[in-house]
């Protein structure tokens, strides 16, 4: 059973920074894409982040330049460091990990807000 367990978020006035982590069970985690999502209100979960297997990322338009993922195999962690944040960056922030075989896993979620 993969479980994935999301920390970082909290409150954080317009320009600031924070860094959320997702920690993930089980093997093999050096073969999956880890990703980060975010789901605001009313609006419908979306892609900021994602890092290969080898290492190469992608970012949403909205993110980048901003937003840097990254990840560290021996820890089988993913990282978001998230600088100059914006109102419009909050959100529940979801990691997710994806498997060989197409699978989907999905943390709890940790909340982001964004206001002065």
């Known amino acids: 059973q993969v479980q994935l367990v999301e920390s970082g978020g909290g409150l954080v006035q317009p320009g600031g920074s924070l860094r959320l982590s997702c920690t993930a069970s089980?093997?093999?985690?050096?073969?999956?894409?880890m990703g980060w999502y975010r789901q605001a209100p009313g609006k419908q979960r979306e892609l900021v982040a994602i890092?290969?297997?080898?290492?190469?990322?992608h970012y949403a338009d909205s993110v980048k330049g901003r937003f840097t993922i990254s990840r560290v195999n021996v820890k089988n962690t993913v990282y978001l460091q998230m600088n100059s944040l914006k109102p419009d960056d909050t959100a529940v922030y979801y990691c997710?990990?994806?498997?060989?075989?197409?699978?989907?896993?999905w943390g709890q979620g940790t909340q982001v807000t964004v206001s002065s």
């Open positions: 997710n990990r994806q498997s060989a075989s197409g699978t989907n896993y």
């Open positions: 890092v290969t297997t080898s290492g190469l990322t």
């Open positions: 089980g093997t093999l985690f050096s073969l999956d894409v």
